[in-house]
């Protein structure tokens, strides 16, 4: 069983994510951790797609858009402080599990071009 853990969230991003997003590494479990993510007002991210990892997107500030697409669906969630979704496994900052390392996110063409380097 695993012990209880407090953190202060950093002031700064502790890491880049594989599509270029600043990331603060807060908590993790076995089977879950939490992080947030941010992006820069304007900028675009890298698409990316999981080997292992499904996601939970909680939008806490900001506005702006993410494209998914799984199979031959696709859609634009438009995304606004209060919006929660989802990026199940194989769909383009809860993880779980926990980040696994760097040779998990795959790179994909996207529906914008990436503003910001892939890490």
């Known amino acids: 069983m695993a012990e209880f853990a407090t953190l202060r969230r950093s002031e700064a991003p502790t890491t880049r994510a594989p599509d270029g997003a600043d990331v603060r590494i807060l908590l993790g479990l076995a089977r879950g951790g939490m992080a947030e993510f941010e992006l820069a007002p304007g900028a675009v991210s890298a698409a990316v797609t999981h080997r292992t990892v499904e996601e939970i997107w909680y939008v806490l500030r900001g506005r702006g858009e993410m494209w998914r697409r799984q199979g031959s669906r696709e859609e ?32 994909v063409e996207g529906r914008w071009p990436p503003t910001l380097p892939p890490s």
């Open 76 to 107: 634009v969630a438009r995304l606004e402080p209060g919006l929660c979704l989802t990026v199940p496994l194989g769909v383009l900052g809860v993880t779980m599990p926990p980040w696994p390392g760097a040779g998990e996110a795959i790179a």
